[in-house]
């Protein structure tokens, strides 16, 4: 099966700039994970959903940070404006319903951010 | 935030085992213990989880203490393409509770 697709692979942008990170996640995958992952640390969720619904986003700087998941299957995650602390790699992961077992998810490779 | 303590980084022979511990000594009775390893520019991948006894797949083995207060990931012949970094995850199947990474071990396979 097709994995986790996700897009661009790389972006740099000045800082107070804006990006969007879009997602593809595996068909028929009812959650959707975003994680962000700081050089030198594991992922950290920054937000679920399942289907088109917001299930956490407890970890979301909602000041700068939005998401939305549009019929229930891509998924875009926006920065705007960015900051420097906001260079990570963006990991977006699927999983076939909310609560699968913990070896049911499938990450994408991720797209890496530099803010200058 | 995290229940695992592993060690930052730990190096292996090419061919031999590599053994990566894990301590998560507040487990609960109904958590179980991930393994995930993430290779350079790619996302994690799961390698094996269990609950209490020993699990063993086509990846790995994994090793769990009676106590169930620590665990061993056994990569049995490991090679250059293990070279990643290994994350050892108590996760509990309440429903909602999505995965929480820790630092995990960065393991390097010497040729």
């Known amino acids: 099966e097709a994995g986790v697709a996700q897009s661009p692979r790389y972006k740099i942008i000045e800082k107070r700039q804006s990006v969007a990170f879009w997602c593809n996640p595996i068909s028929g995958h009812a959650t959707l994970y975003w994680y962000q992952q700081i050089l030198g640390q594991g992922p950290k969720l920054l937000i679920q959903f399942q289907n088109n619904g917001v299930v956490d986003d407890s970890q979301l700087p909602k000041d700068r940070f939005s998401a939305e998941r549009l019929k229930g299957v891509d998924s875009t995650l926006k920065i705007q404006p960015a900051k420097l602390e906001d260079s990570a790699v963006y990991l977006c992961?699927?999983?076939?319903?909310?609560?699968?077992?913990?070896?049911?998810?499938?990450f994408g490779s991720g797209t890496r951010l530099t803010v200058v | 935030d995290a229940k695992t303590t592993q060690p930052p980084s730990m190096d292996c022979a090419e061919g031999r085992a590599a053994n990566l511990p894990c301590n998560h000594s507040t487990i609960s009775g109904n958590e179980y213990v991930y393994w995930y390893r993430q290779i350079h520019s790619q996302g994690p991948q799961y390698i094996i989880h269990g609950l209490k006894n020993n699990e063993t797949n086509e990846m790995a083995s994994l090793i769990i203490t009676e106590d169930r207060k620590s665990s061993t990931l056994i990569l049995p012949h490991a090679t250059l393409r293990d070279t990643a970094v290994y994350y050892c995850?108590?996760?509990?199947?309440?429903?909602?509770?999505?995965?929480?990474f820790g630092k995990g071990t960065r393991l390097s396979v010497i040729a």
């Open positions: 992961a699927s999983s076939l319903v909310r609560g699968s077992l913990g070896y049911g998810y499938t």
């Open positions: 995850i108590v996760w509990g199947f309440s429903g909602n509770t999505p995965l929480v």
